[in-house]
């Protein structure tokens, strides 16, 4: 069984940065690549970024240039460093494990104009 539990999360104004944490119990973290997802109100669940258990990284082009995607996997930990934040960013982030198939509870991103 593996948990994931994302904290971060909050209210910051357009231009600002937050990161996000997921930390994962159980040993398949350091096998299995991570992915944020996010999903904002009305809209499907999107892809915001991966990296694999090599550390190779992926990003959804909305986000390019602007979010940072990390694992410690000494820490069973994955990251996501947002900067310069917009208010379409404003979204419930969701922690995810790639081949295993587990989710994160979420965490709110809101972004003020």
């Known amino acids: 069984q593996v948990r994931l539990v994302e904290s971060g999360g909050g209210l910051v104004r357009a231009g600002g940065s937050l990161r996000l944490s997921c930390a994962a119990s159980?040993?398949?973290?350091?096998?299995?690549?991570m992915d944020w997802y996010r999903q904002a109100p009305g809209k499907q669940r999107e892809l915001v970024a991966t990296?694999?258990?090599?550390?190779?990284?992926n990003y959804a082009d909305s986000v390019k240039g602007r979010f940072t995607i990390s694992r410690d996997n000494g820490k069973n930990t994955v990251y996501l460093q947002m900067n310069s934040l917009k208010p379409e960013d404003t979204a419930v982030y969701y922690c995810h494990s790639t081949l295993s198939n587990y989710w994160g509870q979420g965490t709110q991103v809101t972004v003020s104009s």
């Open positions: 990296v694999t258990n090599g550390g190779s990284t």
């Open positions: 159980g040993a398949i973290f350091r096998l299995d690549a």
